[in-house]
């Protein structure tokens, strides 16, 4: 998704070079990792709508991100807020290779606001409640996605809507 030549909107070429030793491997790790942890938070917030009690042919229609088509997107059509998330992250990996030591407030206060909006897009922890979708990358079924559950095949006008709310099966306690 992210090409090394890009970094520049988050780090300048000659502190890339020079951290780095010129080494695009080291740099090509940082961007591989940073797209790494990206698509663990997506991957995160489509499980967080698995669990939900739906059947699979309801999961996939209304699994919130495509993750392989969104990292496969190429030039202007990739999502420009993933684009810095990773930019940032990936920056955040090189300018560790420095000086972790020394690693300044503002550079670990912005890599610490990324990793918030990474889980706020995954809805875990504090944000479980206050979730933040990203209206470009949600994931548009296509007519023959699905599977062949009956129960939902039979209400296709019920998968398209915007909005769906489910619940949990009714817990029962064992007796002892």
């Known amino acids: ?29 940082a ?23 739906l059947t699979k042919q309801q ?10 088509a969104i990292f496969n997107q190429t030039g202007t059509g990739r999502n420009p807020l993933l684009l810095r998330i990773i930019k940032r992250l990936a920056a955040y990996n090189i300018i560790e290779l420095s000086c972790p030591d020394a690693m ?5 206060a912005i890599y610490n606001d990324t990793i918030d909006l990474l889980k706020r897009i ?15 990358a949600i994931f548009q079924p296509s ?3 699905g599977g062949s559950d009956d ?8 998968l398209k809507m915007p909005f769906r709310m489910v619940s949990r099966p009714k817990f029962r306690h064992e007796p002892l």
């Open 1 to 29: 998704m992210v090409q090394p030549e890009e970094l520049k909107s988050v780090l300048y070429s000659y502190q890339v070079e020079q951290i780095t030793d010129d080494d695009t491997e080291i740099v090509q790790e």
């Open 31 to 53: 961007i591989d990792t940073a797209e790494m942890l990206v698509r663990g938070y997506l991957n995160a917030a489509n499980l967080r709508r698995e669990t939900a009690s």
């Open 59 to 68: 999961y996939r229609a209304w699994r919130l991100y495509d993750i392989d």
């Open 104 to 108: 300044s407030e503002r550079i670990t």
């Open 122 to 136: 995954a809805g875990e922890g504090e944000f479980a409640l206050s979730r933040y979708i990203i209206p470009d």
């Open 143 to 145: 007519d023959g996605e």
């Open 151 to 158: 129960e939902a095949s039979n209400n296709d006008e019920a």
